[in-house]
């Protein structure tokens, strides 16, 4: 992995977390996202103002982290993100979005494990770590979230840290899951919602136990789920996909790979 200067600095500014280079991809991507959505934002309320939170969400489009940063600035925290290294080495692209203090870490491999220690170091500077904990955009057929990683709940456990669960529907719209072509118009909904944070005390000090992590993971993604149901005003399947065991490869494009 490349070496990169990685800032664990206390969150300052307004909102809390910015800095000039967060300025400047807001100011470049703000217009963007208002030009190709119409905003419908729910639980601004439910965002901390200060203090090292977790905000977890589910994953339909590339365009999701976007519309999340969007919602979450406009709510007063200037979020950080454990990206995968791909992204930090576009060229211009890769050095704003390191600046404005996103961590990079290889998803796979021995480099892998460092994404819990920069994730800990980030909380306890006390910044809002923003975490996808499908690792990937969903394999659901219908866009519902999958079984996921057990990551977040290690990183909440460890940090004793809350959760607070996000729903976003309608960036798959403007940018298909897994597909890179935008639509531009007529403007889609994008609907997010956040609700309450959630205490994972009950699993405190079971960090290392798979099945407490495991139990912990789905309380979050049923608290997700139940969000989402909120917004698409449906029931999610029954059976929830899980990649575990699944023919589809983890992580990456497999429609790509199909092709």
Same mark, same amino acid.
């Given at each position: ?6 800032? &664990?600095?206390?969150?300052? *500014? ?5 800095? $000039?280079?967060?300025? =400047?991809?807001?100011?470049?991507? +703000? @217009? ?48 950080? &993100?454990?990206?995968?290294? *791909? ?5 211009? $692209?890769?050095?704003? =979005?390191?600046?404005?203090?996103? +961590? @990079? ?60 669960? $996000? ?93």
């Amino acid at each position: 992995m490349t070496e990169y200067k990685v800032s &664990y600095a206390p969150p300052t *500014g307004k909102p809390l977390g910015t800095n $000039i280079a967060f300025k =400047i991809g807001t100011t470049v991507a +703000i @217009p963007f996202l208002n030009l190709v959505g119409k905003k419908q934002w729910r639980g601004a309320e439910n965002i901390p103002q200060s203090g090292p939170i977790i905000v977890a969400s589910n994953h339909v489009s590339y365009l999701d982290v976007l519309f999340l940063t969007h919602f979450l600035f406009r709510s007063g925290r200037a979020p950080r &993100y454990i990206g995968k290294e *791909g992204v930090f080495k576009v060229p211009i $692209i890769g050095k704003i =979005i390191l600046a404005a203090g996103q +961590i @990079p870490v290889v998803r796979e491999g021995k480099d892998a494990a460092k994404a819990l220690e920069h994730a800990v170091k980030t909380l306890q500077a006390g910044h809002l770590l923003g975490v996808y904990p499908e690792g990937t955009l969903t394999r659901d057929a219908q866009g519902w979230p999958m079984v996921a990683k057990t990551g977040l709940a290690r990183l909440a456990i460890t940090t004793k840290t809350h959760v607070v669960p $996000i729903a976003q529907w309608g960036s798959q719209i403007v940018m298909p899951t897994y597909e890179k072509k935008i639509k531009f118009f007529p403007r889609t909904p994008i609907k997010i919602l956040a609700g309450k944070p959630l205490d994972l005390s009950r699993w405190y000090g079971k960090e290392n136990d798979p099945v407490a992590l495991t139990e912990a993971t789905a309380f979050v993604m049923r608290a997700i789920t139940d969000l989402l149901e909120e917004l698409r005003g449906e029931k999610r399947p029954v059976e929830i996909f899980d990649p575990h065991t699944s023919t589809l490869p983890r992580t990456g494009n497999f429609k790509k790979k199909k092709t």
